[in-house]
Nanobody, 121 residues
Framework: QVRLVESGGGLVQPGGSLRLSCAASGSIFSIYDMGWYRQAPGKQRELVATVTRGGSTNYADSVKGRFTISRDFAKNTVSLQMNSLKLEDTAGYYC???????????????WGQGTQVTVSS
């Protein structure tokens, strides 16, 4: 099995910063993409940021210039540095990893349990 464990959520004032981290462990042969989605109450889950195995990154337009995703390939971790947080960034944030558990297995997506980010004055 695979586990993705997130940390770093919390309550922050508008304009503040938070850093989310996610560690993947278990039966992992190789990880392709890792990243973060978020879901606010009453809204669909949306992609926040991703980083590929080659190190390429992609961001939602709403977070470009404010959020930075990074990855430690040796430790199977991914982090999301969130700066200049806005009220609309309030959501549950979910880490994911697109990975292969054994050689010749097809890739599959695994999810963390989520961590809450609340931006409020």
């Amino acid at each position: 099995q695979v586990r993705l464990v997130e940390s770093g959520g919390g309550l922050v004032q508008p304009g503040g910063s938070l850093r989310l981290s996610c560690a993947a462990s278990g039966s992992i042969f190789s990880i392709y993409d890792m990243g973060w989605y978020r879901q606010a109450p009453g809204k669909q889950r949306e992609l926040v940021a991703t980083v590929t195995r080659g190190g390429s990154t992609n961001y939602a337009d709403s977070v470009k210039g404010r959020f930075t995703i990074s990855r430690d390939f040796a430790k199977n971790t991914v982090s999301l540095q969130m700066n200049s947080l806005k009220l609309e960034d309030t959501a549950g944030y979910y880490c994911y990893a697109d990975l292969v558990q054994r050689l010749y297995d097809p890739p599959d997506i695994w999810w963390g349990q989520g961590t809450q980010v609340t931006v409020s004055s």
